[in-house]
């Protein structure tokens, strides 16, 4: 792979409505986008998730243009790479910052399958045709919005409905949640927002049949989950704890959770997601593709990702009308009755919208 050029563009797209966790709430998405250029002139893209604030994790857009600008890109621009797997271990000196590690790996990986005229899935191994997708929703003003929106999103076949929760908006949300939906497969995503104290609240969601509890406690923790789970019937689900196979594998053995949820950007790359996935599988630990609200290019990585085998559990890939009024790729991402269709051409399978991301950009530099 001869890498000639790489561009950073800080981006901005206005999300259609405010999406709100247990930390924060975004009304826009701001992020890098990050596209590496061969001698062809053949291009791959990639996506950094890194919030604008440090509310997810410690890094950020600024913290993770400087990784870039500063150390990554000069070392991709002066190392030779035959494969984007390689990149783990150039990489390796340079401690944590997965979320800007992982957006340069995705381009890379992108640029691969395109030189290799393959789709993006078939260069990670992936076997599926088709996904089923979930959808998150944030938390809501009023008890009236939520059930409407879990109507909708029930009556366009998305396979699961994560709710966010925390305290005080937890309980007696997922109770109501139930009465009006019995029977449809219901998740709460805490981010973090709880402690062993909880633990009583936490037990009363045993009562409402829910796949699972994402990430109740800290958000660097595996210790205190293992004591939940020991008390909990619903499973734990990992998110913000693990960054890389070493965690997830001692999560496991530590029984800390029985579901791991996989964020590219969170784990590092999609090398990184893999292993991670590989491991889940040898310990049948079902695994799931969390989202970070992504644009196009950054969904049609998680896409790719999730046709590889123990994705047994819906993603939060959603449609890209489920957030944006125009995304950055051609075609856009759809769900049909709760599936997306794997795309077929080389790379990340969608063309990019060159004229909206012009659009889009508030900045761009250029590294030769």
């Known amino acids: 792979m001869n890498i000639k050029q790489i561009i950073l563009r800080h981006m901005k797209m206005k999300l259609l409505s405010p999406f709100t966790t247990s930390f924060m709430t975004l009304k826009d998405k701001e992020f890098i986008l990050i596209e590496v250029i061969n001698d062809d002139g053949l291009s791959g893209w990639g996506e950094s998730v890194a919030l604008t604030i440090p509310l997810y994790n410690e890094e950020t857009l600024k913290t993770n243009w400087h990784i870039l600008e500063d150390f990554l890109i000069p070392i991709v621009l002066k190392n030779p790479i035959s494969h984007p797997?390689?990149?783990?271990?150039?990489?390796?000196?340079?401690?944590?910052?997965?979320?800007?590690?992982?957006?340069?790996?995705?381009a890379i990986w992108d640029l691969y399958a395109k030189e290799q005229d393959i789709p993006l899935a078939q260069a990670l191994g992936g076997k599926l045709t088709a996904i089923e997708v979930g959808i998150s929703i944030g938390i809501q003003e009023n008890m009236s919005d939520l059930l409407s929106l879990i109507d909708q999103y029930f009556q366009e076949g998305y396979k699961?409905?994560?709710?966010?929760?925390?305290p005080n908006l937890d309980v007696e949300i997922i109770r109501q949640v139930r009465q009006h939906f019995p029977d449809i497969s219901l998740m709460a995503d805490a981010n973090s927002a709880y402690t062993l104290q909880d633990m009583d609240r936490l037990k009363e969601l045993d009562?409402?049949?829910?796949?699972?509890?994402?990430?109740?406690?800290?958000?660097?923790?595996?210790?205190?989950?293992?004591?939940?789970?020991?008390?909990?019937?619903?499973?734990?689900?990992?998110?913000?704890?693990?960054?890389?196979?070493?965690?997830?594998?001692?999560?496991?053995?530590?029984?800390?959770?029985?579901?791991?949820?996989?964020?590219?950007?969170?784990?590092?790359?999609?090398?990184?997601?893999?292993?991670?996935?590989?491991?889940?599988?040898?310990?049948?630990?079902?695994?799931?593709?969390?989202?970070?609200?992504?644009?196009?290019?950054?969904?049609?990585?998680?896409?790719?990702?999730?046709?590889l085998p123990n994705f047994t559990l819906p993603g939060d890939t959603a449609a890209s009308s489920r957030?944006?009024?125009?995304?950055?790729?051609?075609?856009?991402?759809?769900?049909?009755k709760g599936i997306i269709t794997i795309p077929s051409l080389p790379g990340i399978g969608y063309k990019v919208n060159n004229a909206k991301i012009k659009e889009l950009t508030l900045f761009k530099k250029t590294y030769n």
């Open 160 to 166: 699961r409905i994560k709710l966010k929760i925390k």
């Open 207 to 307: 009562n409402f049949n829910l796949m699972m509890i994402e990430q109740p406690l800290a958000h660097d923790d595996i210790i205190d989950h293992a004591q939940l789970q020991k008390h909990l019937n619903t499973p734990i689900c990992l998110d913000e704890s693990i960054h890389s196979v070493e965690d997830a594998r001692k999560a496991i053995q530590l029984g800390s959770c029985r579901i791991i949820n996989i964020k590219i950007g969170r784990v590092g790359g999609l090398t990184e997601a893999r292993k991670i996935h590989d491991l889940c599988l040898s310990y049948n630990i079902p695994v799931w593709c969390g989202g970070m609200l992504e644009s196009g290019i950054g969904r049609a990585h998680n896409i790719a990702l999730t046709t």
């Open 323 to 336: 957030y944006w009024d125009h995304d950055i790729i051609l075609p856009e991402v759809t769900v049909n």
């Open 85 to 106: 797997q390689e990149i783990n271990y150039i990489f390796s000196h340079i401690k944590g910052n997965n979320m800007a590690k992982s957006s340069i790996e995705g």
